[in-house]
């Protein structure tokens, strides 16, 4: 029988966070998920519904970084095969027009998209060091592409992305990771209906589904770690 794989969703309580909570339960995995505070009795009720352990449901806010070190208390499994860093911040709000640009911003959207899924990778290396295979997808988007880029929308998202990429590019042929064999992968999950892009684009059940096959693909080697794939053409997309 094979092993029942441990895998940990950020942003579970809506989009595409959601979706692959209920695409990895119906594989059969164990899945714990984190969401805000505020969210937790109706995300805990969501994964019953889905038939996953609601004591799996932690509360995380992405700019806490007391609550980002205290998953390591209260985390439920003893090991952690997969960590989708999927919650993330978008940049549609006035503050983040050129004109009307300021510090707190651009500091929450990085704090977000770039520290939090870091940080909450480095609290969670040693469920992920006892792990056989162990893998970090970090959900990032196309819009970090700098020479794919051809739009002057979403400076900070775009920014905040592409410095995601390059972190995760340098700690991949760091000696931490090489010596415990932990992949890294930068998924773009397609443009997806959710809240993010203004309900455009694909289903969020057919964006867990490509998610979920890219993450095979890394486990299985077929693609390296560090690789920015494109789960809708599983195709790797130029930095
Ligand atoms: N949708 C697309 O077309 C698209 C394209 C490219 C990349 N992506 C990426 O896909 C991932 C999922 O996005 P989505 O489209 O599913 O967006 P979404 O529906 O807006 O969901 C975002 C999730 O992130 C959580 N989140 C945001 N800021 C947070 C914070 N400070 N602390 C804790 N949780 C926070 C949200 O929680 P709350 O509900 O509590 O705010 C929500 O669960 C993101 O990494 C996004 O960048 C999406």
């Known amino acids: 029988m094979s092993r029942k794989l441990t895998v940990l969703i950020t942003g579970a309580n809506r989009g595409i966070g959601?979706?692959?909570t209920k695409h990895y339960i119906s594989l059969g995995c164990e899945v714990i998920c984190t969401c805000r505070d505020e969210?937790?009795?109706?995300?805990?009720?969501?994964?019953l519904s889905f038939g996953g352990n609601p004591e799996n449901?932690?509360?995380?806010?992405?700019?806490?970084?007391?609550?980002?070190?205290?998953?390591?208390?209260?985390?439920?499994?003893?090991?952690?095969?997969?960590?989708?860093?999927?919650?993330?911040?978008?940049?549609?709000?006035?503050?983040?027009?050129?004109?009307?640009?300021?510090?707190n911003e651009w500091s929450d959207v990085f704090q977000a998209n770039t520290i939090a899924p870091v940080l909450l990778s480095k609290t969670l290396f040693p469920f992920l060091e006892a792990s056989p295979n162990p893998l970090i997808v970090m959900i990032t988007s196309h819009l970090a592409s700098i020479e794919l880029n051809d739009s002057p929308d979403s400076v900070l998202y775009g920014a905040s992305k592409a410095a995601l990429n390059s972190v995760v590019r340098r700690l991949a042929i760091s000696p931490e990771f090489i010596d415990r064999k932990i992949t890294l992968g930068l998924v773009h999950p397609g443009s997806v209906k959710t809240r993010l892009s203004g309900f455009q684009g694909i289903s969020t059940e057919t964006s867990a589904q490509n998610i979920a096959a890219v993450a095979e693909k890394f486990k299985s080697g077929e693609f390296s770690s560090a690789s920015f794939i494109d789960s809708e053409t599983q195709t790797v997309i130029p930095w």
Do not use: C
């Not at 969210?39 to 994964?47: D, H, N, V």
């Open 18 to 20: 959601l979706a692959l």
């Open 39 to 47: 969210q937790l009795t109706s995300m805990r009720e969501q994964m």
């Open 57 to 103: 449901v932690i509360a995380l806010t992405l700019n806490d970084s007391r609550q980002i070190e205290r998953i390591a208390e209260v985390f439920p499994a003893k090991s952690l095969d997969i960590l989708v860093n999927n919650a993330a911040l978008g940049d549609a709000s006035e503050g983040a027009k050129f004109d009307k640009m300021n510090m």
